[in-house]
């Protein structure tokens, strides 16, 4: 009898959840209207080092509204890294802005700021961070270059709940961050995401565009269109519990992390996770592994022979210079950003959830190495 498949993602639900949800239910509370959701706005908010948070239904609708917040001009650009979701990509299209692709560092996976100083245009009006599976993007350097040519910054800090750089959380940089809470995200709420900012005005416009705009002295009547992206109180109330205990989550990202490591060390076929950089030690969102080329198959072909040792796995982001829903619609054609377009069709990650054990580590290594022998 074969041992039991290891998913890609299995969430931790070990805390107050329960107990949270029950309170919703046996009070009522289960729509937007409910406690939880200025508990759960105000501990993520604390926990990036912001002032405001916005909780909305999803990290997708969380990048539309805040771009949309930004008040920014149809045809302006705003700079992306092509190694990301499309997401990215689609809440600058659909503010009817321009996406300018840059590649990424194919260490650390991330935007450079060579890669955004060269992109730079007159039409340049905003950048979009976007810190990626597990390290975040070197900021400094970028926040400075936005600071001096007066560039808009949002912050995509979907996958780094609990991360920071140089000491300060991930999601406390920029006019405006994000956050999904999709389960393999290290807070869940099942479906969900937030906005954070540090300024008064733009949290009111925000907490208004996920309301449908409503107006507060004449409810049905708008002048402007929003989103119902509402979250739910029982999203919210999953969200607390799962905030009350991201230190401990953080660290059971980094054991992952070094158990990986371990089993894989002397693999050498395979460019592992940077463990650390200047400004900042991995976290370890997903436990990504970057084919090389002597490897006489691809991703795809790598992750099929893993699903049949039993092993889940998922492939890398594929770069947004090359999404046909783009090029159809004339961004970013005939483009070549080397480095992401590598590491996209040789890059995958393992099964890397909260609740992986030890020896789900151990045999999902083992079936790496014996694919690649």
């Not at 919703?24 to 926990?47: D, L, N, Q, V």
């Not at 990202?253 to 463990?275: A, F, M, Q, T, W």
């Not at 006489?296 to 982001?317: N, Q, S, V």
Request: net charge negative; with cysteine.
């Amino acid at each position: 009898m074969s041992p039991p498949f290891v998913p890609v993602n299995t969430p931790l639900l070990d805390g107050n959840e329960a107990k949270y949800l029950a309170e919703c239910i046996s009070t009522g509370w289960i729509s937007s209207e409910g406690p939880f959701i200025k508990r759960f706005e105000e501990a993520m908010a604390s926990a990036a080092g912001r002032r405001h948070g916005v909780a909305v239904t999803n990290g997708s609708v969380a990048l539309d509204i805040a771009v949309h917040a930004l008040g920014l001009e149809p045809g302006d650009e705003v700079i992306i890294p092509t190694f990301t979701i499309i997401s990215c990509a689609s809440a600058v299209v659909r503010a009817g802005l321009v996406p300018v692709a840059v590649d990424c560092d194919p260490a650390t996976w991330n935007m450079t700021i060579d890669g955004v100083e060269a992109a730079i245009t007159p039409r340049t009006r905003a950048i979009m961070l976007v810190h990626i599976y597990g390290l975040p993007v070197d900021l400094d350097p970028i926040l400075e270059l936005a600071r001096k040519r007066g560039l808009k910054v949002i912050e995509d800090a979907a996958e780094m709940h609990g991360q920071t750089y140089r000491g300060a959380p991930c999601g406390s940089f920029g006019d405006v961050s994000t956050f999904s809470f999709y389960p393999n995200k290290h807070v869940t709420t099942g479906e969900g995401g937030m906005i954070l900012t540090d300024d008064d005005a733009l949290a009111d416009r925000l907490a208004s565009l996920r309301n449908l705009c409503f107006q507060p002295q004449q409810r049905f009547i708008h002048e402007e269109l929003g989103w119902n992206a509402r979250m739910t109180n029982l999203q919210a109330a999953l969200g607390v519990a799962q905030v009350e205990r991201l230190p401990q989550t953080v660290e059971i990202k980094r054991r992952i992390g070094r158990h990986y490591d371990s089993h894989l060390e002397n693999v050498d076929r395979i460019r592992r996770p940077v463990v650390s950089t200047n400004y900042a030690d991995n976290i370890y969102w997903v436990y990504g592994v970057v084919l090389d080329d002597d490897v006489p198959f691809d991703a795809k072909e790598a992750m099929r022979r893993l699903a049949e040792k039993g092993i889940g796995t998922r492939p890398f982001f594929w770069c947004m210079h090359e999404q046909p829903v783009l090029r159809r619609m004339g961004f970013m054609l005939n483009e070549q950003h080397p480095n992401a377009e590598r590491i996209a069709r040789r890059g995958f990650y393992l099964p890397s959830g909260l609740a992986l054990s030890d020896d789900e580590i151990a045999r999902s290594a083992q079936a790496l190495k014996e694919i690649l022998a």
